[in-house]
């Protein structure tokens, strides 16, 4: 399994960007899937999850209204809508599998892709 993130870039405060999160090698379409991210100097966090049907999302505190995390199966891809961008946000997102199909991803990831950098001024 082969994850890769991509959408990063530099956005003001206040701006939006959409991250991708696209699977080769195989299906994740019942897979848990997750965005984490690491900050310069900082711990990697989690961000948000969502379960295989998309139905069931999780997020952490400080995104929650902000994010938004969602999937489309059908080209095996998820997404992660941020908008309210804050220069707090700034960090590599990382996407990361788990095999399990819920949720439950920020209690752990089976696989992980290599990141994509997020940059917002203020």
């Known amino acids: 399994v082969q994850l890769q993130a991509c959408g990063g870039g530099l956005v003001q405060a206040g701006g939006s960007l959409r991250l991708s999160c696209a699977c080769s090698?195989?299906?994740?379409?019942?897979?848990?899937v997750g965005w984490f991210r690491q900050a310069p100097g900082k711990e990697r966090e989690f961000v948000a999850a969502?379960?295989?049907?998309?139905?069931?999302?999780d997020y952490a505190d400080s995104v929650k209204g902000r994010f938004t995390i969602s999937r489309d199966n059908a080209k095996n891809t998820v997404y992660l809508q941020m908008n309210s961008l804050e220069p707090g946000d700034t960090a590599v997102y990382y996407c990361?599998?788990?095999?399990?199909?819920?949720?439950?991803?920020?209690?752990?990831?089976?696989?992980w892709g290599q990141g994509t950098l997020v940059t917002v001024s203020s």
């Open positions: 969502i379960d295989w049907s998309g139905g069931g999302t």
């Open positions: 990361a599998a788990s095999s399990r199909s819920s949720a439950t991803v920020r209690y752990g990831a089976n696989f």
């Open positions: 090698g195989r299906t994740f379409s019942r897979n848990g």
